[in-house]
T-cell receptor, first 117, second 117 residues
């Protein structure tokens, strides 16, 4: 069965520093995708970044980058130059099913990030 | 905004009563999903829909039913609410058609906080 593991329940980072949030996954599928979502204290789920299993380059979206190591089955989120507004819960999720079908998301348990001024 | 609303946003009910949560979208997206979020579990899929009258079960479907009689509405029903169904419920939608830079990600509604006493 597919599984997502986030081993860091909580983390601190100093403002303006970079931080890495860990995510490991388990799947027997050759085609899969990995998402990161942010959930601020207000509760909404905000899509951050996506990496497909066949993508050769690591995904980047502004200050977010995904460190994808396929052999290790890890998809860590790197946030550069942390801002106070980055304080939130972060979820790693894996796509189960094809992108053009009714794929389902398997979520990790999340990492709560607190940015210190 | 992805044009998703959920109603009600908050509800307190008693054990054994029926409860219906509504998810409404204005995007005409094909796929709709219901998740529940509980501490330590991230989000878990309850049911999903891949078209009008087409639904299927997710990971934690016991005690829940769904209906989708038109594209824009996806209803989640707890036939007889139990305290274990106290949770935050999220609806998500997805177009199903990757276009341009779209990763065909799931867009989430604001959530419904349900408390079963």
């Amino acid at each position: 069965a597919q599984k997502i593991t986030q081993t860091q329940p909580g983390m601190f980072v100093q403002e303006k520093e970079a931080v890495t949030l860990d995510c490991t996954y388990d799947t027997s599928d050759q085609s899969y995708g990995l998402f990161w979502y942010k959930q601020p204290s207000s509760g909404e789920m905000i899509f951050l970044i996506y990496q497909g299993s066949y993508d050769e380059q690591n995904a980047t979206e502004g200050r977010y980058s995904l460190n994808f190591q396929k052999a290790r089955k890890s998809a860590n989120l790197v946030i550069s130059a942390s801002q106070l507004g980055d304080s939130a819960m972060y979820f790693c999720a894996m796509r189960e099913g094809r992108m053009d079908s009714s794929y389902k998301l398997i979520f990790g348990s999340g990492t709560r990030l607190l940015v210190r001024p | 905004d992805a044009g998703i609303t959920q109603s009600p946003r908050h509800k307190v009910t008693e054990t054994g009563t029926p409860v219906t949560l509504r998810c409404h979208q204005t995007e005409n997206h094909r796929y709709m999903y219901w998740y529940r979020q509980d501490p330590g579990h991230g989000l878990r899929l309850i049911h999903y829909s891949y078209g009008v009258k087409d639904t299927d079960k997710g990971e934690v479907s016991d005690g829940y039913s769904v209906s989708r009689s038109k594209t824009e509405d996806f209803l989640l029903t707890l036939e007889s609410a139990t305290s274990s169904q106290t949770s935050v419920y999220f609806c998500a939608i997805r177009s199903g058609v990757p276009t341009g830079d779209s990763y065909n990600e799931q867009f989430f509604g604001p959530g419904t906080r349900l408390t079963v006493l």
